[in-house]
């Protein structure tokens, strides 16, 4: 189930919500706990219970470090939930490529088991080792009451596509949240626009990005436009649900933290993960960077770690040489611009700094989208060689041209400003008159859209 299908839309999300505001505010955790396991179990029932061990088991390893605290048996429970933890996500989404990999270094026939990847352990399994990193580190108390803690770990409205949400962000509001009309008429605001940026943009945008891949030799322009709308897709995909995540959350009366800002306005590659995907970005900080040394012991042990943390980001992401070799290439640039190219960056005016920045991280998508590396070499060599256009790429850039538009004013903030202008201008009423129907108007589109089964691919749902 995902929060871009009609399923959701028009039978789980209401039943939810309706549950969740009737029962007594003593049971909002355990009824919130019910309805995220069937909305897990809805695609993977097998998989529930590979999800309620987790809990079970990060629960218990949070128990027994508050209580042996300052003695062995808190840093053997934390060892124990970070291996299962860890050896859960080797399991079920690197083995076949691990022993995929030996079989081709030595020739061997070892059997893959061909597990299916379970939904959002990419997301759960970091969540709930935070939890009991945090709690070791004196950064969080343990929870006592395990409804409360399984309510946090199968949370529904960031499960599958994040952003990673650290337990001591929320546990506060595991105990006492206020479900405010304003908190929750913000979230609905939220949900559509994310909605909106899903179903209206990424899905729109990606139809460009599967006319262009589909070519077999394409031209210096085509190459260009399937790229840069895979960027837009991808972005858009993320953010929206990102966004969907964070209305929902605050629906329910919890506040998550934000999970994109406007990254494609960065005018570095340094500049441009601190604004993208910032939960994924500041728990290898936290979690990684920090524990190796960080930016102590020197520059070369500060490099070493960074490219350590890029090393994982990118298998992160996928059981795929691929995404190695991405993590590798932006390991590459940011340590690069540690060493230098930031202070040169910084005597460019700052559209040239921009155009660096998008240039790189345009062509970085040819390694992310392409799990065979050889296909993202030679698309990449289709970007800088080749014929520049023809009939097909010209029609393309018609065709899309207006949508490619559309997609990068969406990617800046002046959608906001001319937002907040029209508030100050019209008035906190007429303001809201105005927020409902754009709203409606957003929801009407994305549910007719979805109505008709057009294309809603979830780009996510792989990592």
């Given at each position: 189930?995902v929060?871009?299908?009609?399923?959701?839309?028009?039978?789980?999300?209401?039943?939810?919500?309706?549950?969740?505001?009737?029962?007594?505010?003593?049971?909002?955790?355990?009824t919130?706990?019910?309805?995220?396991?069937?909305?897990y179990?809805?695609?993977?029932?097998?998989?529930?219970?590979?999800?309620l061990?987790?809990?079970?088991?990060?629960?218990?390893?949070?128990?027994?470090v508050?209580?042996?605290?300052?003695q062995?048996?808190?840093?053997?429970?934390?060892?124990v939930?970070?291996?299962?933890?860890?050896?859960?996500?080797?399991?079920?989404?690197?083995?076949d490529?691990?022993?995929g990999?030996?079989?081709s270094?030595?020739?061997?026939?070892?059997?893959?088991?061909?597990?299916?990847?379970?939904?959002g352990?990419s997301?759960?399994?970091?969540?709930?080792?935070?939890?009991t990193?945090?709690?070791?580190r004196g950064?969080?108390?343990?929870?006592?009451?395990?409804?409360?803690?399984g309510?946090?770990?199968?949370l529904?409205p960031?499960?599958?596509?994040?952003?990673?949400?650290?337990?001591?962000?929320?546990?506060?509001?595991?105990?006492h949240r206020?479900?405010?009309?304003?908190l929750?008429?913000?979230g609905a605001?939220?949900?559509?626009?994310?909605?909106?940026?899903?179903?209206l943009?990424a899905n729109?945008i990606g139809l460009l990005?599967?006319?262009?891949?589909?070519?077999?030799?394409?031209?210096v322009?085509?190459?260009?436009?399937?790229?840069?709308a895979?960027?837009?897709?991808?972005?858009?995909?993320f953010?929206?649900?990102?966004?969907?995540?964070?209305g929902?959350?605050r629906?329910?009366?919890?506040r998550?933290?934000?999970?994109f800002?406007?990254?494609?306005?960065?005018?570095?590659?340094?500049?441009?993960?601190?604004?993208?995907?910032?939960?994924m970005?500041?728990?290898?900080r936290?979690?990684?960077?920090?524990?190796?040394?960080?930016n102590?012991g020197?520059?070369?042990?500060?490099?070493?770690?960074?490219?350590i943390?890029?090393?994982?980001?990118?298998?992160?992401?996928g059981?795929?040489?691929n995404f190695?070799l991405?993590g590798?290439?932006?390991?590459?640039l940011?340590?690069l611009?540690?060493?230098?190219l930031l202070?040169?960056?910084?005597?460019?005016?700052?559209?040239l700094?921009?155009?660096?920045a998008?240039?790189?991280?345009?062509i970085?998508?040819?390694?992310?989208a392409?799990?065979?590396?050889?296909?993202?070499a030679?698309?990449?060599?289709?970007?800088l060689s080749?014929m520049?256009?023809?009939?097909?790429?010209?029609?393309?850039?018609?065709?899309?041209?207006?949508?490619?538009?559309?997609?990068?004013?969406a990617?800046?903030?002046?959608?906001?400003r001319?937002?907040e202008?029209?508030?100050?201008?019209?008035?906190?009423r007429?303001?809201?008159?105005?927020?409902?129907?754009?709203?409606?108007?957003?929801?009407?589109m994305a549910?007719?859209?979805?109505?008709s089964?057009?294309?809603?691919?979830?780009?996510?749902?792989?990592f």
């Amino acid at each position: 189930m995902v929060f871009s299908g009609l399923t959701f839309l028009q039978c789980f999300l209401p039943l939810c919500l309706l549950a969740y505001f009737l029962v007594p505010q003593k049971w909002r955790n355990g009824t919130l706990f019910l309805f995220s396991l069937l909305f897990y179990a809805w695609g993977e029932p097998v998989y529930v219970v590979l999800m309620l061990f987790s809990t079970a088991l990060d629960y218990t390893c949070g128990q027994m470090v508050e209580r042996h605290r300052e003695q062995r048996g808190a840093k053997i429970a934390l060892l124990v939930s970070v291996c299962v933890n860890l050896g859960l996500l080797g399991v079920f989404k690197y083995s076949d490529f691990l022993i995929g990999t030996v079989n081709s270094l030595f020739g061997t026939a070892l059997p893959q088991p061909n597990l299916p990847l379970p939904i959002g352990i990419s997301f759960y399994t970091f969540q709930t080792m935070s939890y009991t990193i945090d709690v070791y580190r004196g950064e969080a108390k343990a929870q006592k009451n395990i409804i409360n803690f399984g309510a946090y770990v199968t949370l529904f409205p960031q499960l599958i596509a994040g952003p990673i949400v650290r337990y001591q962000t929320v546990a506060d509001e595991l105990e006492h949240r206020d479900c405010t009309a304003d908190l929750f008429a913000d979230g609905a605001k939220r949900f559509a626009c994310g909605i909106g940026k899903k179903v209206l943009l990424a899905n729109n945008i990606g139809l460009l990005w599967e006319a262009a891949s589909a070519q077999a030799a394409p031209t210096v322009l085509t190459a260009w436009l399937g790229v840069i709308a895979y960027g837009f897709q991808i972005y858009f995909d993320f953010s929206g649900y990102s966004d969907m995540a964070i209305g929902l959350g605050r629906m329910l009366g919890f506040r998550f933290l934000e999970n994109f800002n406007y990254p494609f306005l960065a005018d570095s590659i340094t500049d441009f993960w601190r604004r993208w995907h910032i939960s994924m970005g500041t728990w290898f900080r936290d979690y990684v960077y920090i524990p190796l040394g960080g930016n102590k012991g020197g520059l070369a042990k500060q490099l070493s770690n960074i490219a350590i943390v890029w090393l994982l980001t990118g298998f992160w992401h996928g059981a795929s040489w691929n995404f190695v070799l991405w993590g590798v290439y932006f390991g590459i640039l940011l340590v690069l611009e540690k060493l230098f190219l930031l202070r040169w960056l910084k005597r460019l005016p700052a559209v040239l700094r921009h155009i660096y920045a998008l240039v790189l991280v345009t062509i970085s998508w040819t390694l992310f989208a392409f799990t065979e590396i050889s296909k993202g070499a030679a698309w990449c060599k289709a970007m800088l060689s080749g014929m520049l256009f023809d009939s097909s790429s010209l029609y393309l850039l018609l065709t899309y041209g207006p949508m490619l538009a559309i997609c990068a004013l969406a990617a800046t903030p002046l959608g906001n400003r001319f937002y907040e202008k029209i508030g100050t201008r019209l008035g906190q009423r007429a303001l809201t008159v105005v927020d409902c129907g754009g709203l409606a108007c957003v929801l009407v589109m994305a549910a007719a859209y979805l109505v008709s089964g057009s294309y809603n691919p979830f780009l996510y749902f792989r990592f």
